[in-house]
Nanobody
């Protein structure tokens, strides 16, 4: 099993910056099963939104709403990754969750597993 813990959230004014960090703990074997890692966010009353991720192919994807402002950093197989958030706006206010997707086992019947952190609050004031 892998446990994820986020940190770095807080209150910031519009135009400010925050850096979120995700720390993964668990066995080296389990951490090595992670195929992708990234960040989701969820505002009150809204659905969870994929914000940024790093895939097992090394590709990086961002939500259109954060492209050019947010930067995800990390290495597949490492135990931490981060999200640098610049020029924050009130619409960025949400609980941010780090997440990872693991895939392992036989090719004919792989086991898929998702890991989630507890979330860290980001509040942006106007």
């Amino acid at each position: 099993q892998v446990q994820l813990v986020e940190s770095g959230g807080g209150l910031v004014q519009s135009g400010g910056s925050l850096r979120l960090s995700c720390a993964a703990s668990g066995s080296r074997r389990d951490i090595n099963t992670i195929a992708s890692m990234g960040w989701y966010r969820q505002a009150p009353g809204k659905e969870s939104e994929l914000t940024a991720l790093i895939s097992d192919r090394g590709g990086i994807d961002y939500a259109d709403s954060v492209k050019g402002r947010f930067t995800i950093s990390g290495v597949i197989g490492d135990n931490n990754w981060s999200l640098q958030m610049n020029n924050l706006q009130p619409e960025d206010t949400a609980v941010y969750y780090c997440a990872a997707h693991a895939s392992f086992g036989p090719i004919e019947s792989p086991i898929e597993r998702d890991y989630w952190g507890q979330g860290t609050q980001v509040t942006v004031s106007s």
